[in-house]
């Protein structure tokens, strides 16, 4: 593979599984054990708001106690190693977490938002948020009291950023999917457009994802050897 300049970069759970965070649909994985209907829909949230910030208050404990591991820190560096060559890794990642900043990555696009930022539903201005939420939280901007929401994307909600991440794609001569199992729209779809647009594919995973059959090459193993040992091929 020549040296690419311009590596767009998709991330899943399983860049965070070794940091302890579950993953999703791994057998014992958070939708395997709980029905993201009940707990991941601006539906469950209006039905049952109570367990919905349970859920999220369990998560964000998790993420605030995680440590980055040896594959975030890896994309960090490769990205600092791309600009000085004056090429872009372009990072987006699925995870609600922060293992990416943590590591040093900078400009981290999150098209499914972040668990450490809640989101006032009565006045729109997202804070940047540490502790538990519950019906008794109050936002800082303007005062209302038990509006504020995870700041996550839940199913049926239109995901961030959608306008950047598709002109980055556009514009990438790779195209690098880590830790994702390919069932979640539209960030599924990100490999097809990427072949469509003539641009090399490259899977990081455990194992083969759902999109497997879509990529043109692939690597499986932990991410936190996987990933290093390719970004090291490319020099980077
Ligand atoms: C939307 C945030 C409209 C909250 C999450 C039927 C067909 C097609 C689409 C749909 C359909 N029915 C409904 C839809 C749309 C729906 C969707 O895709 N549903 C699926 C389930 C069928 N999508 C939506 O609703 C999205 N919005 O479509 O809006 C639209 C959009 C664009 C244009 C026009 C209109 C919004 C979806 C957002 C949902 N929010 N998260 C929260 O975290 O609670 S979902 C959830 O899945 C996760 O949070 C994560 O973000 C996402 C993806 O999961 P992965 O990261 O891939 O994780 P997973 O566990 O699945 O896989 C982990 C992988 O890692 C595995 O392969 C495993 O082998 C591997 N692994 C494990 N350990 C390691 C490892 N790999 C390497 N190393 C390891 N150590």
Redesign the pocket.
Known sequence: MSAPKRIFVL?????S??SGLG????RG???ARFD?MK??TPEAYAADPDTVLD??DH?RRGVVAAKPNA?HVALARAAARLAERGGELFLCT???DDLHERAGSRAVVH???E?LKARCTACEVVTPWRDDLNRASSCPACGSVGRMR?D????????MQ?DTIEAALAEADLFVA???????????SYVRQARALNIPTCE????P??NADAFDEARY????T?LPHFLAALDL
Not at 178 to 188: D, E, H, I, L, M
């Open positions: 991330t899943g759970a399983g860049v599984a070794e993953t999703f649909r791994d994985g958070i939708w993201p707990l991941a859920f999220y998560r594959a699925q995870n609600v098209m499914h938002g668990l995870p996550v994307v839940w199913f049926g909600e239109m995901p959608l880590v830790g994702t199992s390919g069932a979640v729209y539209p960030a599924a990081i995973n455990l194992e994802s759902d193993g932990p991410a936190s996987a």
